[in-house]
């Protein structure tokens, strides 16, 4: 069976009832997949920072947007909640900084795990920090996600 593939952008989601491949690459922002085995169904989201404060658009730019929204669409497509397993993917810290409050990757990586938590939704994997990058394809129908690293090439100054 031929799948249709999907280029998942920062600041987006994507689930579909038709079986897909999404692509997306990954730096400090996260991407939470969602899963479905009942009704093999998925999808998946691209954010960049972890909590919208309220001004401006309320937009899947953020983690806790991104996520309420992801599960919201799953559920719309006739998922039960309790059916639903999430993978993580992202939060590296590719950009050298000491100044902690910059660690978005990290917190990404926090918002992620408290929501899904909050809705007790089972992560069932995660590849999450480091100094890398990530590539990585989610299967809708099957909710598999391959990885490739993607190595920092970045040269401090």
């Known amino acids: 069976m ?7 952008y920062p600041s987006t989601l994507y ?40 001004e401006g658009l309320a ?14 669409k ?8 309790r059916n639903l397993v999430a993978k993580v993917f992202g939060g590296g810290e590719v950009i050298n900084t000491t100044i902690s409050h910059f660690n978005i990757g990290e917190r990404n990586i926090l918002v992620a795990k408290e929501i899904l938590r ?18 990585i394809q989610f299967n809708t129908h099957t ?3 391959l990885q490739k690293m993607i190595a920092n090439n970045q040269t401090g100054s």
Do not use: Q
Request: charged share 20%; aromatic share 6%.
């Open 118 to 135: 909050e809705h007790n939704i089972k992560i069932a994997g995660e590849s999450v920090g480091g100094k890398n990058g990530r590539k």
């Open 143 to 145: 909710g598999a996600v």
């Open 2 to 8: 031929e799948l249709k593939t999907h280029y998942l």
């Open 15 to 54: 689930t579909s009832s038709e079986p897909a491949l999404v692509n997306t690459i990954l730096g400090s922002c996260v991407a939470v997949c969602l899963y479905d085995p009942v009704l093999k169904k998925g999808g998946i989201n691209h954010y960049m920072l972890p909590l919208w404060n309220g």
């Open 59 to 72: 937009s899947p730019k953020f983690g806790n947007i991104a996520i309420e929204r992801l599960i919201d």
């Open 74 to 81: 799953l559920l719309a497509m006739g998922s039960n909640k």
